[in-house]
T-cell receptor, first 114, second 110 residues
Framework: AQSVTQPDIHITVSEGASLELRCNYS??????LFWYVQSPGQGLQLLLK??????LVQGIKGFEAEFKRSQSSFNLRKPSVHWSDAAEYFC????????????FGKGTLLTVNP | DSGVTQTPKHLITATGQRVTLRCSPR?????VYWYQQSLDQGLQFLIQ???????AKGNILERFSAQQFPDLHSELNLSSLELGDSALYFC?????????FGPGTRLTVL
């Protein structure tokens, strides 16, 4: 069965600093990969997705992620973090086939210091 | 706004009770998914419906059931509630392989 690991439970960065959130997946075939963000008390918003093609994908709010098959990773990056980016971030993989259920990592909580 | 609506926003009930959570998918989406988010288990897939039929089951307890109606809205029924059922329940809808999430229903079992 597929699984997703987010090694960092909590990350703190200063506003304006760069950010990288790690995600590793375990899946036999080519995965469909996603990053979602959840602000306090809110639902999940899709930041970006990878299905195939270019391994560097651009998302909303200035985020990007790079798919590296050799490392089974899909890390999320942002060059300069804003205070409004403070939230919890979830990496997810889709099982594919006729059922597109998402398997999520445990999430990384991002704190942004002024 | 994802276009997916969920009601109610909050629900407080007692152990042993039964509740129904409602989800209206985005216009045109045939698939509805239910997820549970709890502190100890994280985000877990419960069940998927596609155009009124059950398509896939995840870690859904036997005390829980769901259905999707002809107008494509879905309901998740939780019965014989236990303290451990307290969680945030999300509904998502999709047409392809991208899911759009509703704001969730926070269930508190006292």
């Amino acid at each position: 069965a597929q699984s997703v690991t987010q090694p960092d439970i909590h990350i703190t960065v200063s506003e304006g600093a760069s950010l990288e959130l790690r995600c590793n997946y375990s899946y036999g075939a080519t995965p469909y990969l996603f990053w979602y963000v959840q602000s306090p008390g809110q639902g999940l918003q899709l930041l970006l997705k990878y299905f195939s093609g270019d391994t560097l994908v651009q998302g909303i709010k200035g985020f990007e992620a790079e798919f590296k098959r050799s490392q089974s990773s899909f890390n999320l990056r942002k060059p300069s973090v804003h205070w409004s980016d403070a939230a919890e971030y979830f990496c997810a993989v889709v099982s594919g086939g006729s059922n597109y259920k998402l398997t999520f990592g445990k999430g990384t909580l991002l704190t942004v210091n002024p | 706004d994802s276009g997916v609506t969920q009601t109610p926003k909050h629900l407080i009930t007692a152990t042993g009770q039964r509740v129904t959570l409602r989800c209206s998918p985005r216009s045109g989406d045939l698939s509805v998914y239910w997820y549970q988010q709890s502190l100890d288990q994280g985000l877990q897939f419960l069940i998927q419906y596609y155009n009124g039929e059950e398509r896939a089951k995840g870690n859904i307890l036997e005390r829980f059931s769901a259905q999707q109606f002809p107008d494509l809205h879905s309901e998740l029924n939780l019965s014989s509630l236990e303290l451990g059922d307290s969680a945030l329940y999300f509904c998502a809808s999709s047409t392809g392989n991208e899911q759009f999430f509703g704001p969730g229903t926070r269930l508190t079992v006292l």
